[in-house]
């Protein structure tokens, strides 16, 4: 935890507020608690300097291309058409601007990964994929084997999101039986066919190195058959045929159709359950996450910053980000425990606890671990991915 400001409403006192600036290049910040992660959060958009004389003046500055739009990177925005093309052109204002190689980057508002493919192959794009846009799951085994498919790990969990005050989801057991009759190992090998790593825990290998062998076993299917009846004896339900009707959720774009009827699959063979499959546009679809209008909902995170707290705060109250209604004290305890731990690897262990927690109660069912999957013009080079997933520029050129 760290004190930013005492409220959002602008009327606390300067010296409240724990940061100053003591001169033209040196910003202070008095934090509360211990922050490992302080210096992480720095570099995570939303503590971005904005200009306050711009911001001041040009309330909806960052709404378009302009002269009041302000930048502080290796390029600098210079074209907006809205819903087709971004135009970056590189910032001779920039600190570092004699390293930066490239003029200009012109980003095409693509909607199909098909059209996407299709011109980076006819030399009108020079890259495809994330983490931009996406490739199409049919081209992914024939860009492999031409040795055009790029990979590269990624801070972030693919799960499926439980409505926990849904019937029959408001039971553990039941929730632990449709998690462990999947095999993800399948669907990263079939489906989505992108490197993916199996996860059967959340917080991703990149941040505890352990959980690249998980927290419980993939595709038990004995183990979530006894779970289901143990369950369904808890609930009252005589047989799995008197179970409400279950409806999975999906927005809709190819990877989490594909995802979706592979898990309907997967429930209806080893579980003898029946799943609708619901498909939206994915603003009705959000907003109906949000609002709870759902049973089962395909999600997931990707990391703001290079911690675990960053996944696992999440789920410390039914608020934000937490779809799923579920809440524990014991959790929240462990999370608020470990925001005033000093020790390094105590710290990290009472995280860990926690996240043992969270996978028992299972709210949320992981699949797999993210990866940044790409195709590219061979001639552009050293577009940096980071561990999060974003590309960076700056040091890119064509051979």
Same mark, same amino acid.
């Given at each position: 935890?760290?004190?930013?400001?005492?409220?959002?409403?602008?009327?606390?006192?300067?010296?409240?507020?724990?940061?100053?600036?003591?001169?033209?290049?040196?910003?202070?910040?008095?934090?509360?608690?211990?922050?490992?992660?302080?210096?992480?959060?720095?570099?995570? *958009?939303?503590?971005?300097?904005?200009?306050?004389?711009?911001?001041?003046?040009?309330?909806?500055?960052?709404?378009?291309?302009?002269?009041?739009?302000?930048?502080?990177?290796?390029?600098?925005?210079?074209?907006?058409?809205? @819903?087709?093309?971004?135009?970056?052109?590189?910032?001779?204002?920039?600190?570092?601007?004699?390293?930066?190689?490239?003029?200009?980057?012109?980003?095409?508002? +693509?909607?199909?990964?098909?059209?996407?493919?299709?011109? %980076?192959?006819? &030399?009108?794009?020079?890259?495809?994929?994330? !983490?931009?846009?996406?490739?199409? %799951?049919?081209?992914?085994?024939?860009?492999?084997?031409?040795?055009?498919?790029? +990979?590269?790990? @990624?801070?972030?969990?693919?799960? *499926?999101?439980?409505?926990?005050?849904?019937?029959?989801?408001?039971?553990?057991?039941?929730?632990?039986?449709?998690? *462990?009759?999947?095999?993800?190992?399948? +669907?990263?090998?079939?489906?989505?066919?992108?490197?993916?790593?199996?996860?059967?825990?959340?917080?991703?290998?990149?941040?505890?190195?352990?959980?690249?062998?998980?927290?419980?076993?993939?595709?038990?299917?004995?183990?979530?058959?006894?779970?289901?009846?143990?369950?369904?004896?808890?609930?009252?339900?005589?047989?799995?045929?008197?179970?409400?009707? +279950?409806?999975?959720?999906?927005?809709?774009?190819?990877?989490?159709?594909?995802?979706? =009827?592979?898990?309907?699959?997967?429930?209806?063979?080893? %579980?003898?359950?029946?799943?609708?499959?619901?498909?939206?546009?994915?603003?009705?679809?959000?907003?109906?996450?949000?609002?709870?209008?759902?049973?089962?909902?395909?999600?997931?995170?990707?990391?703001?910053?290079?911690?675990?707290?960053?996944?696992?705060?999440?789920?410390?109250?039914?608020? &934000?980000?937490?779809?799923?209604?579920?809440?524990?004290?014991?959790?929240?305890?462990?999370?608020?425990?470990?925001?005033?731990?000093?020790?390094?690897?105590?710290?990290?262990?009472?995280? =860990?606890?926690?996240?043992? %927690?969270?996978?028992?109660?299972? !709210?949320?069912?992981?699949? *797999?671990?993210?990866?940044?999957?790409?195709?590219?013009?061979?001639?552009?080079?050293?577009?940096?991915?980071? &561990?999060? &997933?974003?590309?960076?520029?700056?040091?890119?050129?064509?051979?």
């Amino acid at each position: 935890m760290m004190v930013l400001c005492k409220n959002f409403s602008g009327k606390a006192k300067p010296e409240e507020i724990g940061v100053k600036a003591t001169d033209d290049k040196t910003l202070v910040v008095q934090l509360e608690n211990p922050t490992p992660f302080f210096l992480e959060l720095t570099a995570f *958009y939303s503590y971005f300097p904005v200009n306050a004389k711009v911001a001041a003046a040009h309330p909806d500055w960052a709404k378009d291309a302009g002269p009041n739009y302000t930048s502080n990177g290796p390029f600098k925005l210079a074209a907006w058409e809205h @819903k087709n093309k971004l135009v970056l052109e590189k910032n001779e204002h920039y600190w570092d601007a004699d390293t930066v190689k490239l003029t200009k980057i012109e980003m095409n508002i +693509i909607n199909d990964a098909n059209t996407e493919l299709s011109m %980076l192959e006819n &030399g009108d794009l020079d890259w495809a994929g994330a !983490p931009t846009g996406n490739l199409p %799951l049919d081209a992914m085994q024939t860009l492999k084997e031409k040795g055009l498919l790029e +990979i590269t790990p @990624k801070a972030g969990t693919y799960w *499926y999101e439980f409505n926990t005050e849904q019937k029959p989801f408001n039971n553990k057991q039941i929730r632990q039986a449709f998690a *462990y009759a999947i095999s993800r190992q399948d +669907i990263v090998d079939n489906v989505t066919q992108g490197g993916e790593l199996v996860a059967t825990a959340v917080v991703p290998p990149t941040m505890f190195a352990e959980n690249g062998q998980g927290l419980f076993k993939d595709n038990d299917v004995e183990k979530a058959k006894q779970l289901l009846a143990e369950g369904m004896k808890e609930e009252g339900y005589a047989s799995v045929d008197k179970l409400p009707p +279950i409806t999975l959720s999906c927005n809709t774009e190819e990877a989490q159709a594909k995802i979706a =009827q592979a898990v309907q699959d997967m429930w209806q063979k080893n %579980l003898g359950v029946q799943v609708k499959l619901e498909n939206q546009e994915w603003n009705v679809y959000y907003e109906n996450v949000k609002n709870g209008k759902f049973q089962v909902a395909r999600m997931g995170w990707t990391g703001d910053f290079n911690d675990p707290i960053n996944f696992l705060e999440i789920f410390r109250t039914k608020e &934000g980000n937490n779809h799923t209604r579920w809440e524990s004290k014991a959790y929240a305890d462990l999370l608020a425990q470990s925001s005033k731990e000093k020790d390094a690897a105590k710290r990290k262990a009472i995280l =860990q606890e926690a996240e043992k %927690l969270l996978v028992d109660e299972m !709210p949320v069912i992981p699949f *797999y671990f993210k990866s940044t999957v790409y195709a590219k013009n061979p001639r552009l080079k050293d577009v940096v991915i980071s &561990g999060l &997933g974003h590309a960076q520029y700056k040091w890119a050129y064509f051979e």
